[in-house]
């Protein structure tokens, strides 16, 4: 089951674990609804948060997992590649690291950019 949720104490802890993560401005942005966050359950006890929005590009719309953490990726990635297909849009997921990257490009994602910064 995945179903929307407004921001809440545990997506916060969780998604605060998630490395590289501004969890400000993810809890802004959901709170005002730029962003959606999801919750994701199954029967055999994967769970974990996704969090979503979509972006208008030069190109169109665009549908950005802005965040994940949890169990159960293979299993909750396929849900929202099969809504963004149904939807018509793109999907573009951000990750920060590279095990992540083999597993998105799995299932069937491919590296676009890169992204480096300086404090």
């Given at each position: 089951m995945i179903r929307l949720e407004p921001?809440?104490?545990?997506?916060e802890h969780a998604i605060?674990?998630?490395e590289g993560a501004c969890v400000?401005?993810?809890?802004?942005e959901v709170r005002a609804?730029?962003?959606q966050l999801w919750h994701c359950i199954d029967a055999e006890g994967h769970r974990g948060y996704v969090v979503t929005r979509l972006e208008e590009?030069?190109?169109g719309r665009e549908w950005?997992?802005?965040a994940g953490v949890g169990k159960g990726f293979h299993v909750f990635v396929q849900t929202f590649i099969e809504a963004a297909r149904c939807a018509g849009l793109p999907l573009r997921a951000h990750v920060n690291r590279r095990g992540m990257v083999r597993m998105y490009?799995?299932?069937g994602f491919h590296?676009?950019?890169y992204v480096v910064r300086k404090p």
């Open positions: 921001w809440n104490d545990l997506a605060a674990r998630i400000v401005d993810i809890r802004h609804g730029i962003s590009r030069e190109s950005v997992l802005v490009e799995h299932v590296v676009s950019e």
